[in-house]
């Protein structure tokens, strides 16, 4: 009799476990299959309501009934009125950065759709979160920033936590940079790191045939053999880079000591602004905050799902190395 409880609930695992699995697969089709069905769209979204809406909400529970009543009445004449004059606008767009800047491809469409409509007086707002990465992947997403100021658009920054190597490679292009005060930023440097497994391989008996054609093709890598020669040609594609990402720096920020900046470190905001880094120290908030009271603010946003093959090469293309801008 235990024998055949036994059996029977061993088979009753067994059934349970392939359930799960088989459902859980199912859903995971079903999952995909429904994000390869969502379109690219831009978002544009008031942010001067938002506030306003979040300060009444806690104001009408303050109020009484009465005063919630005018509230609303004082709404509506601010709402027509707003309507029926022009107004500066500020269009605010988010950049969260990574190691490969894929934000980029949302980028340089929010900042199409911005010159298309912006004009005198408008204002673009970058709230930026960039630790830095590939070089070429960031170098583009500067570039797409200084399409605003060939346009004489007024470009402000706000670093609220980090601004770092390709990071600030893109803040500074701005007209004004703001941070705030324990925000990372600078680090103004070019690192590549690259393990070499081949001692490894050696050990194990497994030989690896790196065969090449032009003498600096591949020189440090992580199976071949690297000589002294190879480390150096490595060394001087690492300054180039560097004399490369000065240069833009000091192409905005002309009166930055280059020689104190440029070694790779990085500042808190406080510091970042004594070295010239910055321009003021403040929070996007509450930068803001003091804009909207005469202008209104529009965040612009373009949705771009990112297809799971994407994801997927994505994180495999940031397990290669290369050359980096590094914190």
Known sequence: MIDVLLEYALFLVKTLTLVAAVTFVAGALVNLSRRNRETEELKVTSLNSRLRRAADSLRGKLLPKSGRKQLAKKRRREDKAAREQRRKRVFVIDFHGDMRATATASLREEVSAVLAVAEKGDEVLV????????VHDHGLAASQLVR????EIPLTVAVDKVAASGGYLM???ADRVVAAPFAIVGSIGVLAQIPNIRRLLDDRGVTVEQVKAGRYKRTVSMVGEVTEEDREKLREELEDVHVLFQE?????????DMERVATGE????????ELGLVDELSTSDDWLARLIDDADAWKVEWRRPRRFMEKLSGAMEESRLGALFGR
């Open 127 to 134: 709230r930026l979160e960039n630790a830095g990465g590939l």
């Open 148 to 151: 605003i100021r060939e346009r």
């Open 171 to 173: 803040a500074c292009v």
């Open 248 to 256: 833009m720096v000091g192409r905005y920020r002309p009166d930055l």
């Open 266 to 273: 990085h500042w808190y905001g406080s510091r970042a602004l």
